[in-house]
DNA sequence: AAACATTAGTGCCAGAATGGCACCAATAAA
DNA sequence: TTTATTGGTGCCATTCTGGCACTAATGTTT
């Protein structure tokens, strides 16, 4: 470890905001930090931080030395990735992060192809629905359901991702077939939700065109895809579903779509972020894998879901 | 070692066109140059160097990576700088080049003072009358006579250079005084010669101002002053001096000035000569005690030569 | 207040990396 | 042909790294 990488690592610390944090994100030993943030002053001969027993704050030499480590960490990757260019084979280690449910469904195909066809190249995939900072955590490629707002990422649309209406026929035999949006009110509603995110009402476009929200009754909650289709499919709930929840293997014969006529806009698409600057071969391969996989036009989910062009379309005059 | 590290030192390899000439640089075996270069091809996955066995040429990749390892050293040389401002003391290693005349005479006396008020500043001098690339051998500071033409690099006066011409009583008393230049043609005369230079004749300016150029007929040629000084003393040459030769201590007692009423311009100045960069505090300390000792108006070496302020001047009107 | 958890820092130690030496192979110079 | 120089490689002592266990200090929770 040399002048450059503890710079580098000084700029991890920061941006962690806490020497552990730095080290998780290596997978190293805190102390590792600790002791080269040492010899990075030593070898320096200033104070980077000022350390109380449990936390830091930096100098203004430690300000400026990170500012330097940033630009110095630009212009590595920037060669390294140059280099990457003379590459025929694509090789090295992928990192990815994606929504557990698209790693899960979408990713993971893809991945088994890739490593058949190109066997260098190590792939580490983070199924996380948490957004995290590519950059500062080093991924190369995120896939996202809806456009992220760094604008030092660049957002790809994959596909796009409509919104359906589905419930049990038991479920409908039970609790009567809704007949309009406002109807939807009053009957139990399975409802995705995380801790950043909570569907309790349905974006819709009304006769006239203006978009409206109809308020829902959630009974279950949750963020995981498979768990609000188990309730689904217990017949006591209905939910509204993203597309891009049907993936191959998912047992759609059951459910059937409510309230067909009404014109419910596309939900956010799904999205591939990268950073803003030229791929490494890996990296655009992969992506290019994954579009084809997903569907150039057609997205693979709607294979899932016959006549889903007609469905919730605005009204033909 | 890292990336970086590696990076540096095949930009190095590069820059002395040989592997042996970059170990030699750094003063580690040129083992460590060849596997090091050699972890970095692996490390790229790029064959950077085409080998043959007893030298090389960069591949198409290995050239970009050159011009990249010259930003990151850049960016790494400035990101150092710029902690060392933040230094109240100064410290490190101070690297001087000088000739070695000026080093033995005009920078031992302040580098021994100077290393007195700076115990933590190490110092590494030089003394080589041959040019060297400051850039590439990594000097801080080299002190030279005559303005260097790299323009990448700053040179700074630091003191006039009168021109003498010399001889002893002895000398004077057995040859004739000579009363015009062109007497000086029968002499013999000692003179300043290396590799690079010779003096084979004397500037002058006549009594119509045009310069012109008297030969002289050279009988003993050396590199070095006191070799030049012992000649003319055993009385039988006479020599042309630039002023900085008579440092302290030079005895000067027995030389006289010939044709003192003849104009001649001032040889090349000293020079300072460093990076065109931000200098650390132990360069610029140094520097300035350099140009205290030499003296800031009247170099320190005309102290040795009475009157000379009149010889050799611009006819008065 | 007290117990607890989390933070940075340190000493110790096994394992990895470094850098020097001796030697080899190839090629240019004498 | 001989010699010298260059890059490359295997071996080895030394140095450095990074993980573990532990300490000290300071917020946080009970």
Chains 1, 2 share one sequence.
Do not use: C
């Not at 030499?61 to 390294?80: H, I, N, P, Y």
């Not at 990422?153 to 609790?175: E, G, P």
């Not at 929200?213 to 498979?226: G, L």
């Not at 990296?283 to 579009?291: E, I, V």
């Amino acid at each position: 470890m040399d002048t450059t990488s503890r710079l580098i690592m000084l700029l991890e610390v920061v941006e962690q905001g806490s020497f552990s944090k730095a080290a998780e994100l290596r997978n190293i030993d805190r102390s590792v930090i600790s002791k080269q943030i040492g010899k990075l002053e030593e070898e320096l001969g200033v104070r980077l931080l000022n350390r109380t027993t449990r936390s830091f704050s930096l100098t203004a030499a430690g300000a400026e030395m990170v500012k330097k480590a940033a630009d110095l960490r630009l212009l590595l990757q920037d060669t390294v990735q140059l280099a990457e260019n003379y590459h025929q084979e694509p090789r090295g280690l992928l990192r990815i992060t994606a929504s557990s449910y698209i790693g899960q469904h979408y990713l993971m195909p893809v991945i088994n192809d890739f490593q058949k066809r190109f066997p260098q190249v190590s792939v580490e995939i983070r199924m996380d629905d948490r957004v995290v900072d590519m950059i500062s955590e080093g991924y190369d490629l995120a896939f996202r359901v809806g456009e992220p707002r760094d604008s030092s990422l660049v957002a790809r649309k994959i596909a796009r991702n409509k919104m359906l209406i589905l419930a049990t026929q038991r479920f409908i035999d039970t609790y009567g077939e809704p007949k309009t949006m406002a109807d939807l009110a009053d009957l139990p509603a399975a409802s995705y939700s995380s801790s950043h995110l909570r569907f309790e009402a349905i974006s819709y476009i009304d006769e006239n065109g203006k978009p409206q929200e109809q308020p829902i009754t959630p009974v279950f909650r949750s963020n995981d895809a498979e768990a609000l289709m188990s309730k689904v499919l217990s017949h006591t709930a209905f939910f509204t579903a993203p597309a891009f929840f049907f993936a191959d293997g998912v047992d759609t014969e059951q459910l059937v779509p409510l309230l067909t006529h009404v014109n419910l806009p596309d939900y956010s698409a799904v999205y591939a972020v990268y950073p803003h600057r030229d791929l490494p071969v890996r990296t655009r391969l992969f992506l290019d894998a994954a579009r084809h996989y997903i569907g150039e036009h057609k997205p693979r989910w709607e294979l899932n879901i016959p006549g889903i062009e007609q469905l919730y379309q605005p009204k033909a005059k």
